[in-house]
């Protein structure tokens, strides 16, 4: 798919401006790392935070 890439460790999110958002899970830590690359620093702070915000909330369990 041409936005959306899943590896066995990453994912990586593509969007149409050709930024990009990757969560990778560390081999050796039990911890996740954001990567991001896009047009100017102030676009790239934005979509760390909204990628953290989204791995946060999808890993907090819903209450039915």
Same mark, same amino acid.
């Given at each position: %798919? &041409?936005?959306? !890439? @899943?590896?066995?460790?990453? *994912? &990586? *999110?593509?969007?149409? %401006?050709?930024?990009? *958002?990757?969560? !990778?899970?560390?081999?050796?830590?039990?911890?996740?790392?954001?990567?991001?690359?896009?047009?100017?620093?102030? +676009?790239?702070? /934005? +979509? @760390?935070?909204?990628?953290?915000? *989204?791995? /946060?909330?999808?890993m907090t369990p819903t209450i039915?």
């Amino acid at each position: %798919d &041409k936005f959306l !890439r @899943l590896h066995a460790y990453h *994912l &990586k *999110l593509i969007f149409e %401006d050709e930024s990009w *958002l990757l969560f !990778r899970a560390s081999g050796t830590e039990p911890l996740l790392r954001i990567y991001c690359e896009a047009r100017n620093k102030d +676009m790239v702070y /934005k +979509m @760390l935070k909204t990628g953290e915000t *989204l791995f /946060k909330e999808c890993m907090t369990p819903t209450i039915c």
